[in-house]
């Protein structure tokens, strides 16, 4: 636990101790019976995790999956490099925007009362201890573990005299030819280290038996690990496996760097990575074209400040101080390690080809309706006849694919419009927009270029749309475009029909195979009705303000959501049956806090799936103690947010893109949508976020100091994994539309 978090349990555990317990939350609300000190303002500082720590705490529970034994070794491997990539994003935007601030004299403080010089120390802390676990981890499980079933990582030193003939001859042939030392010396500059590059600091003697430094950039073009053993030998224990010795690129690399330098002597090589502030300011204000303004900050990106140096932990000081005095970072920057400098290249050996050290494999559900051999009619028949919902990656993506398929060629179609955040490299759903084109529908498609480290991507798929015809928008000023929706306008006799796709997630088949998210079909009339309005701001000068179904940020998603707590809260004084169930990946805007603070005084039993960030303490007498908070951390990212109001019976929940975070509310454009069929409604309540909340063996449970602790199992409890219940239950569960001969309930 951090100082801060310490410091406020300290404080709240106080405001406890004299609050009378014998209080309940009816006493409370009807005034008859007071403790003899009031609880803690709600604006109170200590009553707010701090949102970076919160994130951090998050990382943690990434590493326990790869610490947990009963998850396949190169599963757990795979959490590493996740957990890396996680800390690498973390340093690019999160420590890169605290640092200019503290550089900025700013004295604004969030929440929690924390200043950016504070953030900064607490966070060197924690990520310091984080990353010690995790090479922990790596050097004492999942290493020997992949020892005894034939996997193994060598120093190039430790290969046999054969193993080091095979690399040497596999340097000489496809990595020589690539590598392009560059020495620093009074007549050439230090070279620039760009982004999350993995790199050599090499020490060089000349014939004159001066010393000089270089340079070497480990290529990523090339395969990370190389494979060091001849043919295929088949382990004694298990005929179905063979060992498989590999050694690091750049160990390959240090090891044959004479070849590069004739005449020369290495001295030394150390292995270092660079992290930079990779946030891109866009100055929408004074850009007169969106479009090049965000390349111009993609090429701004690699030339960031230094924020993190990663070193080796053997790397000579005359060497460190070269680094430090030519990046310009200072010793709070560097981190040395004995293991990989970046986690996040352990991906490389999670993909290594051992099925039996992974996973199961699975197929998601495809609905009948969906089936290829069904009509383009029976499919637009069925989402008339009723909302059809599809929680991925346990029911396919693909009919989310086949539905712009065949809404392309459909003759009735007239017009296919789209919000793109977050597509992909190859993306599927693109190319039915392109085809689309080519059978003479009116294509729109709003593509956001803001979508952080993405916005590459989806310039070129913008870029390829307008070529081949396709009305593109490049997001809003001020704004991000997040919301998740498709609209597909159809004639259907003397009427226009629309036909809307809504979902939690990105249009991203890579993805929803790896993320639980939910998409829904509908023919609703008032929700295809806010999809034109919603499309006509996007793409027009519309300001529309009174949606009929939808929540739209930034227009009223914030207003209907306060109205529909403090219902809640309503309802628990006349009724005492209050309840909320909302699933999340973050929650941090301070102004949701509270309200979620006082329904819990109200007495409203408030249960919190929120994966990541939390600023909300549960668990605080006269405050939270009606909330509990629980992360879930599995197989699948959990990515769906899910918004339930017991609403005094008449139960209402609403789907969509939006978390409760303040830059979703104010700084972007979300869409949150009812789900008013009430065999969805039970389903999602029952099947869905009860299962969630019933989850003993993925779930944390978040305590008031801001940490978490693993569900300890009640007596005769069974263990109950949610993400694997669903995985069993796919394609029994959810209720999809009937067929047009059935009858409604």
């Given at each position: 636990?951090?100082?801060?978090?310490?410091?406020a349990?300290?404080?709240?555990?106080?405001?406890?101790?004299t609050?009378?317990?014998?209080?309940?939350?009816?006493?409370?609300?009807?005034?008859s019976?007071?403790?003899?000190?009031?609880?803690?303002?709600?604006t109170n500082?200590?009553?707010?995790?701090?949102?970076?720590?919160?994130?951090?705490?998050?990382?943690?529970?990434?590493?326990?999956?790869?610490?947990?034994?009963?998850?396949?070794l190169?599963?757990?491997?795979?959490?590493?490099?996740?957990?890396?990539?996680?800390?690498?994003?973390?340093?690019?935007?999160?420590?890169a925007?605290?640092?200019?601030?503290?550089?900025?004299g700013?004295?604004e403080?969030?929440?929690?009362?924390?200043?950016s010089?504070?953030?900064?120390?607490?966070?060197?802390?924690?990520?310091?201890?984080?990353?010690?676990?995790?090479?922990k981890?790596?050097?004492?499980?999942?290493?020997?573990?992949?020892?005894?079933?034939?996997?193994?990582?060598?120093?190039?030193?430790q290969?046999?005299?054969?193993?080091?003939?095979?690399?040497?001859?596999?340097?000489?042939h496809?990595?020589?030819?690539?590598l392009?030392?560059?020495?620093f010396?009074?007549?050439r500059?230090?070279?620039?280290i760009?982004?999350?590059?993995?790199?050599?600091?090499?020490?060089i003697r000349?014939?004159?038996g001066?010393?000089?430094f270089?340079?070497?950039?480990?290529?990523?073009?090339?395969p990370?690990?190389?494979a060091?053993?001849?043919?295929?030998?088949?382990?004694?224990?298990?005929?179905?496996a063979?060992?498989?010795?590999?050694?690091?690129?750049?160990?390959?690399i240090?090891?044959?760097?004479?070849?590069?330098?004739?005449g020369?002597k290495?001295?030394?090589?150390?292995?270092?990575?660079?992290?930079?502030?990779?946030?891109?300011?866009?100055?929408?204000?004074?850009?007169?074209?969106?479009?090049?303004?965000?390349e111009?900050?993609?090429?701004?990106?690699?030339?960031?400040?230094?924020?993190?140096?990663?070193?080796?932990?053997?790397?000579p000081?005359?060497?460190l101080?070269i680094?430090?005095?030519?990046?310009?970072?200072?010793?709070?920057?560097?981190?040395?390690?004995?293991g990989?400098?970046?986690?996040s290249?352990l991906?490389y050996?999670?993909?290594?080809?051992?099925p039996?050290?992974?996973?199961?494999?699975?197929?998601?559900?495809?609905?009948?309706?969906f089936?290829?051999?069904?009509?383009?009619e029976?499919?637009?028949?069925?989402?008339?006849?009723?909302?059809?919902?599809?929680?991925?990656?346990?029911?396919?993506?693909?009919?989310?694919?086949?539905?712009?398929?065949?809404?392309?060629?459909?003759?009735?179609?007239?017009?296919?419009?789209?919000?793109?955040?977050r597509?992909?490299?190859?993306?599927?759903?693109?190319?039915?927009?392109?085809?689309?084109?080519e059978?003479?529908?009116?294509?729109a498609?709003?593509?956001?270029?803001?979508?952080?480290?993405?916005?590459?991507s989806n310039?070129?798929?913008?870029?390829?749309?307008?070529?081949?015809?396709?009305?593109?928008?490049?997001?809003?000023?001020?704004?991000?475009?997040?919301?998740?929706?498709?609209?597909?306008?159809?004639?259907?006799?003397?009427?226009?029909?629309?036909?809307?796709?809504?979902?939690?997630?990105?249009?991203n088949?890579?993805?929803?195979?790896?993320?639980?998210?939910?998409?829904?079909?509908?023919?609703?009339?008032?929700?295809?009705?806010?999809?034109?309005?919603?499309?006509?701001?996007?793409t027009?000068?519309?300001?529309?303000?009174?949606?009929?179904?939808?929540?739209?940020?930034?227009?009223?998603?914030?207003?209907?959501?306060?109205?529909?707590?403090q219902?809640?809260?309503?309802?628990q004084?006349?009724?005492?049956?209050?309840?909320?169930?909302?699933?999340?990946n973050?929650?941090?805007?301070?102004?949701?806090?509270r309200?979620?603070?006082?329904?819990?005084?109200?007495?409203?039993?408030?249960?919190?799936?929120?994966?990541?960030?939390?600023?909300?303490?549960p668990?605080?007498?006269?405050?939270?103690?009606?909330?509990r908070?629980?992360?879930?951390?599995?197989?699948?990212l959990?990515?769906?947010?899910?918004?339930?109001?017991?609403?005094?019976?008449?139960?209402?929940?609403?789907?969509?893109?939006?978390?409760?975070m303040?830059?979703?509310?104010i700084?972007?454009?979300?869409?949150?949508?009812?789900?008013?069929?009430?065999?969805?409604?039970?389903?999602?309540?029952?099947?869905?976020?009860?299962?969630?909340?019933?989850?003993?063996?993925?779930?944390?449970?978040?305590?008031?100091?801001?940490?978490?602790?693993?569900?300890?199992?009640?007596?005769n409890e069974?263990?109950?994994?949610?993400?694997d219940?669903?995985?069993?239950?796919?394609?029994?569960?959810?209720?999809?539309?009937?067929?047009?001969?059935?009858s409604?309930?």
């Amino acid at each position: 636990m951090n100082a801060k978090d310490l410091t406020a349990t300290k404080q709240i555990l106080a405001l406890e101790k004299t609050d009378s317990q014998s209080v309940n939350h009816d006493d409370e609300m009807t005034g008859s019976t007071r403790s003899a000190a009031k609880p803690p303002q709600l604006t109170n500082p200590d009553l707010y995790v701090n949102r970076e720590l919160s994130l951090l705490a998050f990382q943690r529970r990434v590493l326990e999956e790869a610490q947990e034994k009963n998850n396949p070794l190169l599963e757990r491997v795979k959490f590493l490099s996740i957990l890396g990539s996680n800390l690498d994003e973390f340093f690019m935007i999160r420590v890169a925007g605290l640092m200019r601030q503290d550089d900025a004299g700013t004295a604004e403080t969030a929440a929690d009362g924390m200043t950016s010089a504070e953030q900064l120390e607490a966070i060197r802390g924690e990520v310091a201890n984080i990353v010690a676990a995790a090479h922990k981890c790596l050097r004492r499980q999942l290493l020997p573990g992949l020892e005894r079933v034939g996997i193994r990582i060598r120093e190039y030193k430790q290969l046999s005299a054969a193993q080091q003939a095979r690399a040497a001859k596999y340097f000489s042939h496809s990595v020589f030819p690539v590598l392009t030392p560059l020495a620093f010396d009074p007549g050439r500059p230090f070279p620039h280290i760009s982004n999350l590059s993995l790199n050599l600091a090499v020490l060089i003697r000349d014939a004159e038996g001066e010393e000089h430094f270089a340079r070497i950039k480990v290529p990523i073009t090339l395969p990370q690990l190389i494979a060091v053993d001849g043919p295929a030998r088949r382990m004694k224990s298990d005929n179905s496996a063979k060992q498989q010795t590999f050694v690091w690129l750049e160990d390959l690399i240090a090891s044959n760097l004479i070849r590069s330098s004739p005449g020369m002597k290495i001295l030394e090589a150390h292995p270092f990575h660079v992290t930079r502030d990779a946030e891109i300011a866009i100055q929408e204000l004074e850009a007169g074209d969106l479009l090049e303004n965000t390349e111009e900050g993609l090429r701004q990106r690699r030339f960031g400040d230094v924020v993190r140096l990663q070193v080796s932990a053997g790397m000579p000081s005359n060497i460190l101080r070269i680094l430090i005095s030519n990046l310009e970072v200072s010793r709070k920057q560097i981190s040395k390690h004995s293991g990989p400098l970046s986690l996040s290249r352990l991906k490389y050996l999670a993909a290594v080809e051992r099925p039996d050290l992974k996973d199961q494999p699975f197929l998601p559900v495809v609905p009948p309706v969906f089936e290829p051999e069904a009509e383009e009619e029976d499919l637009f028949s069925a989402i008339r006849s009723r909302d059809i919902l599809l929680h991925h990656p346990f029911d396919s993506f693909q009919p989310v694919i086949d539905f712009l398929e065949r809404s392309a060629r459909d003759a009735s179609v007239l017009a296919i419009k789209m919000t793109l955040y977050r597509v992909g490299r190859n993306s599927p759903v693109v190319e039915r927009l392109l085809e689309a084109v080519e059978e003479e529908k009116q294509v729109a498609a709003l593509v956001e270029l803001k979508a952080r480290f993405d916005e590459e991507s989806n310039i070129e798929w913008a870029r390829a749309m307008e070529r081949q015809g396709v009305h593109v928008v490049y997001g809003l000023l001020g704004l991000k475009v997040h919301s998740k929706i498709t609209l597909v306008v159809r004639q259907e006799g003397d009427t226009i029909r629309r036909y809307v796709h809504l979902g939690t997630g990105n249009y991203n088949p890579l993805t929803a195979h790896l993320y639980t998210d939910l998409g829904m079909f509908t023919a609703d009339e008032d929700i295809g009705a806010d999809a034109s309005d919603l499309f006509n701001y996007l793409t027009g000068y519309s300001s529309k303000k009174d949606y009929r179904k939808l929540l739209v940020a930034p227009i009223n998603l914030r207003q209907r959501f306060q109205e529909m707590i403090q219902r809640e809260i309503e309802h628990q004084r006349h009724s005492k049956n209050g309840h909320l169930i909302f699933k999340m990946n973050s929650l941090e805007d301070p102004e949701m806090v509270r309200l979620l603070y006082e329904a819990s005084q109200a007495g409203v039993k408030v249960d919190l799936l929120v994966r990541g960030i939390c600023s909300l303490r549960p668990g605080v007498q006269g405050v939270s103690n009606n909330i509990r908070v629980i992360s879930i951390v599995g197989r699948f990212l959990e990515h769906s947010r899910i918004y339930y109001f017991h609403n005094g019976g008449e139960e209402q929940i609403y789907l969509g893109s939006a978390d409760l975070m303040s830059r979703n509310l104010i700084r972007r454009v979300e869409v949150l949508f009812p789900v008013e069929d009430r065999r969805l409604v039970r389903h999602l309540r029952d099947h869905v976020l009860e299962i969630y909340l019933a989850d003993n063996v993925k779930a944390r449970e978040m305590h008031a100091d801001g940490t978490y602790s693993k569900r300890p199992l009640a007596a005769n409890e069974e263990p109950f994994s949610s993400q694997d219940w669903l995985l069993s239950k796919r394609g029994s569960r959810v209720p999809f539309a009937r067929s047009a001969h059935e009858s409604s309930e």
